[in-house]
C-alpha cells in the first residue's frame, strides 16, 4: 500500500473498527455494569426513574450517533476523488433542510416528554411503605427558592444535612423544641429501610455536593440556601458517594455513606445515640459547675451568676435591656441581635420583625412564642433557629419584664 | 502612502488598485511595534501556541496522578493549582487567542481589506492578552490559585483562599477580557465596513460570518464577567460582601453571573470552528457549501438561544421548578440549529469528489468528534438526569467533545489549511497525516472511557480516588490516551517548525480555493492586495479563475488568429 492510500479510509477498516466497537461492548452487560449508565441499585425510585430516563435518551442518541456516522463514512468512503468523478454543483434543498430541521424538534420533543412522564417518580417522594419507620409530620420551611420535597402525607424521617470543609454532619429532627439534644452524626447516616427520608441540605463555609450515586442525583449545599433531596431504600446495605463540588484541598476525601438498617434495628441505634447525647450533656453540664464553682472558689467571690439575678427586683425597663443585651451570664440570647424591633432600635433580620409579627398578639401569645419558639413559625422563616432556652435561661421576674417590655414597644399601653 | 483609484478600464473583475505600498520592514522589532493584521495575527498565533504547551503539560500531570487510584505523586494543592491551570490556560489563553490570531489575519484577507479597521487597537489587543497571560502565569513564583477555571464563590474569597493566586486570575480575566473586547470591536467595524465591492451580506464567507457572529457575542458577555470578577476583587480586598452569605451576600449571585459568560463562552470558542469547517469542506469536496443560508441562520440562531440558556450548568443549586424547565427545554433548542449543521455539512460532500489533506481529515474528525460532544450534551440538558452527571468525568468528557472536539479540531484543519498562505510553504502532509491520527486516536482513547468514569461515580477535580466500580483501570486507559494524544500534537508542532525552513513553496492559491485570502501571493504583501476585485459569489476566486480561463482562451484564439 503505497503511503498515500495508508489514510485512505477504506471498506475494511470500517467493518473492523465495527467489529471492534461490538467486541467492546460485549463485557459491559456483565461486569462493567457502570459503563455506559448511571448508578442505582438501593431500590430508591428516583435513582432508578434517573435510570430509566438516561437509558432512554442513550438508546435515541446511539441511533442518531451510529446513523449520522455510518452516513458520513458512507459519504466519505462513495464520494472519495477518483479518476473522472465529477462534483455536483448544489447549492442546498429546501425540502430536505426543513425536513431534518423538523426532524431534530420531533426527536427532542420525544426526549422532552419522556422527561416529563418519568419527573413524578424522580421529584416527588412517595409515603413511607407499612414495613417503615413511623415518623412524625414534618414541618416544612423554605429557605431559598427550592422546595422542600415530602411525601404526599407529610411524614418522613427529616435529616439536616449539613456541608464542612471536609465533612459532612447530619442532625436528625425530633419533636421536641430543644435542638441542642437532637441526634447526629458525621460521614455516615444511618436511615432505617422502606421509609422516605427527607433532607435539608446546606453548608457551613463554602460550597460542597451531596452525592450518594446510588440513591439519586445530586444537590448542592449552597451557604445561605437550603436544597432539598430525599431517598426510600428497600435494600439494606451502606451506599457511598462523596462530595461533588470542590470545595478545596479536601475535596477528594470528602466522603459520605448511607447506612440502610430494617426499622427496628434504626430505633434501637437512634435511641442508644440519643442516651449518649442526654449522659454526655449531663456530663458536661456537671464539668462546668465544676469548673464555674472552682473559679468562684479561686476568686474568693460568690457564686454570682444564679442567685442575685433571681433575688433582685425586676424592673419594666430592664425588658429593654435583656431585649437588646440578653443575660450572657445565663446563655439567654439578645433578642434583637436576629429580631428588628422599632422601640428598641435594632434592625436584625434573622428572625421575623416583631413589630410586623406581633402587632395585635396577646401578652400570653408573646410569652408562649418567647418560650416555645417552634409551636408558630411566621411565613418565609425556619423552626429551629430562635433557641428555646428562654425558659431556663431567664427567671420568671426576667421573662415578665421581657414580655411586658415586647408588648408595649409593639401594642402600646 | 497608498491610494485607491477605481480603474474601470478593463472589462475584468478588478477593481481596487494601489498604486505603492511601503517596503516589508524586517528584524524583530518591527514584529514588536507592527500594526500589521497578519504579524499580529501570527503573534497571536504563536503566543497561544506557548500557552497550548503549558497546558497541555498540565493536563498531563493531571493525567500522571490520575493514571493509578490513590496516587501520592503530586499533593492536593499542586493538583488543584494544576487543574485551574490547565482550565484558565486552555480556554483564555490558548483557544481565544488562536480564534483571534486567525481571525486577525484571515478575516481582512477573506474580505478583501487592507488591514483591520483600527489596527493600533489590534496591536494593543495583542499586546494585553500577553500580558494577561504574564501575570497569570507569575502566581507560579507564589501561590497559583486553586479554584479551578470558574473560581466558585465563597471559595474564592479571601476567608477561603488567603493566597494571591486568585488575584492574578483576576487580573488574567480582565487583562484577556479587555483584549478580547477591543478585538472583537475591532472585527466587528471590520466586517460591517471594509467588504470588498460587491460582498454583500450574501456573498461573505461562513467564516466571517462566524467571527462576527462571536464578537457580537464577546460584546455581550465580556462585560458581565469583567463585572463578576471586579465584585470579587472588591470582596477580597476592599471590604464588600457580595458573594458572602454571612454577611448578606449570595453565593448563587456569582454563578449566575459567571455562566451568563461562561455559557456563550463555549460559543466563542466552537463558532470559529464551524466557520473553518464551512470553508474546508467545500474546497475539498470540489463542491459549494450546502444551504449558505441555512447556516448562517443556524449561527445567528445558536447564538441568540446560547445566550439565553446560562442556568443549565446550574441544575443542581436551589432553583424554582419552572426555571428547571425553563433551561432545560431552551438548551434542547441550541440542539436544533447545532444537528442542522453537521447535516448541511456532510451534504456538502454529499456527491462531491473528495480528496484527504491533512485539512480535510481533521475537518471530517471534527463532525465524529463534535457530534458525540453534541449528544451528550442533551443528556446534560435533561435536568433529572444532570443530577446524576453534574460535576463528574461525564462532564468532563462532555466539554471536551465539544471545546477539542469542536474548537480545537477544527483550528488543527484551518492550521494545516491555511499555513501555506501565512508563510508560503506546504506542511509536510505525510506526517500531518501521523500526526492526525495520532490526536483524533489519543482523543477518543482519553476521554471516551471518561464517560464511564463519571457513571461510575467518579467526579471531577478530586486528586485520589478509590478503586471502586474499574475506576482504575478506566483511568490508566484514558492516562495512556493522553500521551498518545500529546504524541500527535507534538508532530504537528515538529511539523510546523520543519516546514517553515523546508517546506514545499506553495504558491498563492495551493488548494484551488473560494475566498479571496487566494488572490494574493503567499505570503501577502503589507497591503494585502494591489487589486481588490469585485465579488460576485460567495466564491470569487471560482469566479475570477473562470474569468481568467475565459480570457486565456479568447486571448489564444486571438493570437492564433492574429499571428498566423
Not at chain 1, 95 to 109: D, I, K, N, Q, Y
Not at chain 1, 210 to 220: H, N, Q, T, V
Not at chain 1, 344 to 352: C, I, L
Not at chain 2, 124 to 153: H, K, Q
Request: hydrophobic share 50%; glycine share 10%.
Amino acid at each position: 500500500m503505497s503511503p498515500s492510500n495508508l489514510f485512505r479510509p477504506t471498506r475494511n477498516s470500517v467493518l473492523f473498527g465495527l467489529v471492534l466497537i461490538a467486541a467492546l461492548l460485549v463485557p459491559a452487560s456483565s461486569s462493567f455494569a457502570d459503563l455506559i449508565a448511571p448508578q442505582s441499585g438501593g431500590g430508591s425510585p428516583n435513582a432508578e426513574g434517573i435510570r430509566s430516563l438516561y437509558l432512554w435518551i442513550f438508546g435515541l442518541g446511539c441511533i442518531v450517533f451510529f446513523g449520522v456516522v455510518g452516513l458520513l463514512i458512507w459519504t466519505i468512503l462513495k464520494f472519495r476523488s477518483s479518476k473522472g468523478a465529477v462534483a455536483v454543483r448544489v447549492h442546498g434543498n429546501n425540502r430536505l433542510e426543513v425536513g431534518w430541521t423538523v426532524g431534530a424538534a420531533l426527536l427532542l420533543v420525544l426526549i422532552a416528554v419522556v422527561t416529563f412522564l418519568k419527573l413524578d417518580q424522580i421529584k416527588n417522594p412517595p409515603n413511607s411503605s407499612a414495613n417503615g419507620l413511623a415518623t412524625p409530620k414534618n414541618v416544612a420551611f423554605a429557605n431559598g427558592p427550592a422546595k422542600p420535597s415530602l411525601p404526599p402525607n407529610g411524614r418522613s424521617l427529616n435529616i439536616d444535612v449539613n456541608g464542612q470543609q471536609y465533612l459532612w454532619r447530619y442532625t436528625y429532627a425530633d419533636t421536641d423544641t430543644n435542638n441542642l439534644n437532637n441526634v447526629f452524626s458525621y460521614e455516615q447516616m444511618v436511615v432505617p429501610t422502606n421509609t422516605t427520608v427527607s433532607l435539608s441540605i446546606r453548608a457551613l463555609d463554602v460550597q460542597h455536593s451531596w452525592w450518594i450515586p446510588e440513591l439519586g442525583g445530586k444537590f448542592d449545599a449552597v451557604p445561605g440556601y437550603t436544597n432539598y433531596t430525599w431517598f426510600k431504600i428497600s435494600e439494606p446495605g451502606v451506599y457511598k458517594g462523596q462530595c461533588a463540588e470542590l470545595c478545596g484541598r479536601g475535596h477528594a476525601t470528602m466522603i459520605a455513606s448511607v447506612k440502610a438498617v430494617s426499622p427496628a434495628e434504626f430505633k434501637s441505634w437512634y435511641a442508644g445515640q440519643k442516651t449518649a447525647i442526654l449522659a454526655a450533656e449531663k456530663e458536661a453540664a456537671a464539668a462546668r459547675n465544676k469548673l464555674v464553682a472552682k473559679d468562684a472558689a479561686a476568686l474568693k467571690l460568690a457564686p454570682k451568676a444564679e442567685a442575685p439575678a433571681a433575688a433582685a427586683p425586676v424592673a419594666a425597663a430592664d425588658g429593654k435591656k435583656i431585649f437588646v443585651a440578653g443575660v450572657p451570664a445565663t446563655g439567654a440570647l439578645a433578642c434583637g441581635s436576629c429580631h428588628t424591633l422599632g422601640a428598641a432600635g435594632t434592625k436584625a433580620a434573622v428572625g421575623p420583625n416583631l413589630d410586623v409579627v406581633l402587632k395585635g398578639q396577646s401578652a400570653a401569645m408573646i410569652k408562649a412564642s418567647t418560650l416555645y419558639p417552634n409551636k408558630v413559625i411566621s411565613k418565609g422563616y425556619a423552626a429551629n433557629i430562635m433557641p428555646a432556652n428562654y425558659g431556663t435561661s431567664l427567671t420568671k421576674a426576667q421573662l415578665d419584664a421581657l414580655v411586658q417590655y415586647i408588648d408595649e414597644a409593639v401594642n402600646g399601653k | 502612502m497608498t491610494t485607491t483609484t477605481s480603474t474601470p478600464t478593463k472589462p475584468g473583475i478588478p477593481e481596487i488598485v494601489t498604486n505603492s505600498a511601503a517596503p516589508r520592514p524586517s528584524g524583530w522589532l518591527s514584529w514588536l511595534t507592527s500594526t500589521d493584521h497578519k504579524r499580529i495575527g501570527i503573534m497571536y498565533i504563536v503566543a497561544s501556541w506557548v500557552f497550548l504547551v503549558l497546558g497541555g503539560v498540565e493536563a498531563l500531570l493531571i493525567r500522571l496522578q490520575l493514571a493509578v487510584p490513590d496516587n501520592t505523586l503530586l499533593s492536593p494543592q499542586t493538583y488543584n493549582a494544576l487543574f485551574t491551570m490547565h482550565g484558565t490556560t486552555m480556554v483564555f489563553l490558548f483557544l481565544m487567542p488562536m480564534i483571534a490570531g486567525f481571525a486577525n489575519y484571515l478575516v481582512p484577507l477573506m474580505i478583501g481589506a487592507r488591514d483591520m479597521a483600527f489596527p493600533k487597537l489590534n496591536a494593543l489587543s495583542l499586546w494585553l492578552f500577553i500580558a494577561g497571560g504574564i501575570v497569570f502565569y507569575g502566581s507560579l513564583l507564589y501561590t497559583p490559585a486553586e479554584c479551578g477555571w470558574t473560581c466558585y464563590a465563597p471559595l474564592s474569597e479571601t476567608a477561603f483562599s488567603p493566597s494571591n493566586g486568585v488575584d492574578s486570575w483576576i487580573f488574567l480575566v480582565h487583562l484577556t477580557g479587555v483584549a478580547s473586547f477591543i478585538g472583537a470591536l475591532n472585527i466587528f467595524v471590520t466586517i460591517t465596513n471594509m467588504r470588498a465591492p460587491g460582498m454583500s451580506w450574501g456573498r461573505v464567507p461562513l467564516f466571517v460570518w462566524t467571527m462576527l457572529t462571536q464578537a457580537i457575542l464577546l460584546i455581550i458577555s465580556i462585560p458581565v464577567i469583567a463585572g463578576a470578577v471586579t465584585l470579587l476583587l472588591t470582596d477580597r480586598h476592599f471590604g464588600t460582601h457580595f458573594y458572602d452569605p454571612t454577611n448578606g451576600g449570595s453565593a448563587l449571585l456569582w454563578q449566575h453571573l459567571f455562566w451568563f459568560f461562561g455559557h456563550p463562552e463555549v460559543y466563542i470558542l466552537v463558532l470559529p470552528g464551524f466557520g473553518v469547517i464551512s470553508e474546508v469542506l467545500p474546497v475539498f469536496s470540489r463542491k459549494p457549501i450546502f444551504g449558505y443560508k441555512a447556516i448562517v441562520a443556524a449561527t445567528l440562531g445558536i447564538a441568540v438561544i446560547g445566550t439565553l440558556v446560562w442556568a443549565h450548568h446550574m441544575f443542581t443549586v436551589p432553583l424554582p421548578f419552572f426555571l428547571l424547565v425553563f433551561f432545560m427545554l431552551g438548551t434542547y433548542l441550541v440542539a436544533i440549529p447545532t444537528g442542522v449543521k453537521i447535516f448541511n455539512w456532510i451534504f456538502t460532500m454529499w456527491r462531491g469528489s473528495i480528496e484527504f489533506p491533512v485539512a480535510m481529515l481533521y475537518s471530517i474528525g471534527f463532525l465524529a468528534t463534535f457530534l458525540l460532544g453534541g449528544i451528550t450534551g442533551i443528556f446534560l440538558a435533561t435536568f433529572p438526569v444532570d443530577w446524576q452527571l453534574h460535576d463528574t468525568y461525564f462532564v468532563v468528557a462532555h466539554f471536551h467533545y465539544t471545546i477539542v472536539g469542536g474548537a480545537v479540531f477544527a483550528m488543527m484543519a484551518g492550521l494545516y489549511y491555511w499555513f501555506p498562505k501565512m508563510t508560503g510553504r506546504m506542511l509536510n502532509e505525510k506526517l500531518g497525516k501521523v500526526s492526525f491520527v495520532l490526536t483524533l486516536g489519543g482523543f477518543w482513547i482519553t476521554f471516551l472511557i471518561q464517560h464511564s468514569a463519571g457513571l461510575s461515580g467518579m467526579p471531577r477535580r478530586v486528586y485520589e480516588y478509590a478503586d471502586v466500580n474499574n475506576l482504575g483501570t478506566y483511568n490508566m486507559i484514558s492516562t495512556i490516551g493522553s500521551f498518545i494524544l500529546a504524541l500527535g500534537v507534538l508532530l504537528t508542532i515538529i511539523n510546523v517548525v520543519q516546514s517553515l525552513r523546508s517546506g514545499a513553496k506553495s504558491g498563492p492559491d495551493p488548494w484551488r480555493g473560494n475566498t479571496l485570502e487566494w488572490f494574493t501571493p503567499s505570503p501577502p504583501p503589507v497591503n494585502n492586495f494591489d487589486v481588490v476585485p469585485r465579488v460576485r459569489s460567495v466564491e470569487p476566486m471560482q469566479d475570477i479563475r473562470r474569468q481568467i480561463e475565459r480570457q486565456g482562451r479568447v486571448g489564444e484564439e486571438a493570437g492564433v488568429a492574429a499571428g498566423d
